[in-house]
């Protein structure tokens, strides 16, 4: 997204896209965990899946020198008709379904977003005890919700105001939902948890405003960023946070 929204006519036709699922029509002779006709998700990132960071799960920190992110492939992306995959063995990962699966639509979203969501979720350590906060109604927010109804929480706030996707965020175990911004919203997040704000705010927007803006929110447990902006926070918005690569 933020890369076709800051795309000038002028640069020309470009490939872009990091979330794809597709069929394996060949690979190549040292690649050993897929072969032709098998059915595939990528996630956003690429990796090896056997250095020192991807064995602690920190495959976005992949230290190979082939590792990278999709939109740093100049000429692939996920929106193409085909994609070339490096690092296949540690980057694909094969799905137990057929091809033309009614799951397709929902296997999708492991590629990036669920994954996102829920990464942001056990970074900010939602568990049954937990009383959560998530700022965004896209669809890494709404997966943020999915993601810690499955870890627990006792609540889920959800800051949106788009009326369909915050009812479909209700579907996904939201207890509460607040439309309204800034320091009225900041308020009524106050109010729903007697004053005292939630454990946990996930944010799901991807702007140094709204990270800012999740300070009051909070109590003094840990912002977990579910977007994967490079700005850096201000060290004075949370005494400790975690941020989702």
């Known amino acids: 997204m933020w890369p076709y929204g800051s795309l000038s006519p002028?640069?020309?036709?470009a490939r872009m896209?990091?979330?794809f699922i597709g069929v394996v029509e060949d690979a190549g002779s040292e690649v050993t965990t897929v072969k032709r006709?098998?059915?595939?998700?990528?996630?956003?990132?690429?990796?090896?899946?056997t250095c020192a960071f991807c064995r602690e799960g920190l495959?976005?920190?992949?230290?190979h020198p082939q590792?990278?992110?999709w939109d740093g492939e100049p000429e692939e992306g996920g929106q193409a008709e085909a994609v070339r995959v490096p690092l296949a063995d540690g980057t694909l990962v094969k799905l137990p379904v057929a091809p033309d699966s009614a799951l397709i639509p929902s296997l999708l979203t492991l590629s990036d977003v669920f994954g996102t969501g829920y990464h942001a979720a056990v970074a900010g350590g939602v568990n049954e005890r937990t009383r959560v906060t998530v700022i965004g109604d896209g669809a890494v927010g709404l997966l943020a919700v999915l993601s810690a109804k499955r870890l627990g929480a006792e609540?889920?706030?959800?800051m949106g105001r788009h009326a369909a996707r915050t009812d479909l965020g209700r579907e996904f175990g939201a207890t509460d939902v607040v439309s309204a911004r800034g320091e009225e919203g900041i308020a009524q997040v106050r109010e729903l948890t007697g004053?005292?704000?939630?454990?946990?705010?996930l944010e799901a927007v991807g702007t140094m405003s709204i990270l800012t803006a999740s300070r009051p929110?909070?109590?003094?447990?840990?912002t977990a960023r579910a977007s994967r902006s490079s700005s850096s926070p201000d060290p004075s918005v949370m005494r400790r946070s975690t941020h989702v690569p």
């Open 155 to 158: 609540q889920i706030i959800l």
């Open 17 to 19: 896209g990091h979330e």
């Open 37 to 49: 006709g098998d059915l595939v998700v990528a996630p956003f990132a690429i990796s090896d899946n």
């Open 195 to 201: 004053g005292h704000g939630t454990h946990a705010v």
């Open 59 to 63: 495959h976005t920190s992949c230290a």
């Open 67 to 69: 590792a990278g992110f």
């Open 10 to 13: 002028a640069e020309g036709p």
């Open 217 to 222: 929110d909070i109590r003094t447990w840990p």
